[in-house]
């Protein structure tokens, strides 16, 4: 089966959060770098990169990836493979934790023998139809 990619659903609350947190930082790193020195303003260039990127990365980059053997979860810089092979249950869940999904409209995904991780495709419903296609035991 061909790849097949969706992304996350972003509540906009957690978008205006991420991105006013983004521009927050941002501008507390000029401001420091403006107020003190260039030298300072040289080191504190990779915190510029990191406080404003790191937001942006996770908005744009949290997606849900369908290959042959594995759904991978990416949320900005990082990573998961979940085996389809090892997938035991899906269930709708508003859980807030913390996880690779930018909305509270969420999928808990049970896999492995005590693995669980919680997404949120934009396109719930096509998302589940692919799952079945691939997991038909789900």
């Known amino acids: 089966m061909d790849p097949i990619t969706f ?3 972003v509540d906009w609350w957690l978008g205006a959060v991420l991105l006013i947190s983004g521009a927050a930082s941002g501008m507390a790193v000029v401001i420091v770098a403006v107020v003190e020195s260039p030298l300072l303003e040289l080191a504190v260039s990779p ?3 990191l406080s404003v990127g790191l937001p942006v990365w996770l908005l744009r980059g949290t997606r849900y990836t369908f290959d ?3 759904l ?3 949320c900005g810089p990082f990573a998961w493979r979940v085996p389809l092979r090892e997938i035991r ?3 709708p869940t508003r859980n807030p934790l913390s996880s690779p999904a930018l909305s509270l409209d969420r999928l ?3 896999f492995g023998r005590m693995n669980s991780i919680m997404i949120s495709p934009e396109d719930k419903e096509g998302f ?3 799952l079945r296609k691939r997991v038909p035991a789900v």
């Open 7 to 9: 992304r996350s659903k």
């Open 68 to 70: 042959a053997a594995n």
């Open 72 to 74: 991978e979860v990416r």
């Open 128 to 130: 589940l139809t692919e």
């Open 89 to 91: 249950a899906v269930t």
């Open 47 to 49: 915190l510029l990169l």
């Open 108 to 110: 808990r995904i049970d």
